[in-house]
């Protein structure tokens, strides 16, 4: 069974930045997309950032120009680096790695970041 393990979350004054990464625990092999998702209590999972093996990055509008995510398929990480950080970004983040050759989605256990003055 892969696990995700993410890292980088914590405390962060609005304006300031943090960089999210996330690892899987073995090799996988057929990645097609990695992403990252947020949730805040009451509300559903969404869609912050994702990439795609061949490079294709897309966006949430409301992180567009502030955040970038990158990822290396042959280590199995990706990464989201977060700038210009609001209140409004506060939120458990969630880390996801899709296998497109098993059609197996893996999701991480979530990282807290707080924007907070």
């Known amino acids: 069974q892969v696990q995700l393990a993410e890292s980088g979350g914590g405390l962060v004054q609005p304006g300031g930045s943090l960089r999210l990464s996330c690892a899987a625990s073995r090799d996988i092999f057929g990645i097609s997309t990695m992403g990252w998702y947020r949730q805040v209590p009451g509300k559903q999972r969404e869609l912050v950032a994702t990439i795609t093996s061949g490079g294709a990055t897309r966006y949430a509008d409301s992180v567009k120009g502030r955040f970038a995510i990158s990822g290396d398929n042959r280590k199995n990480t990706v990464y989201l680096q977060m700038n210009s950080l609001t209140p409004e970004d506060t939120a458990v983040y969630y880390c996801?790695?899709?296998?497109?050759?098993?059609?197996?989605?893996?999701w991480g256990q979530g990282t807290q970041v707080t924007v907070s003055s």
């Open positions: 996801y790695i899709y296998n497109g050759w098993t059609t197996s989605g893996y």
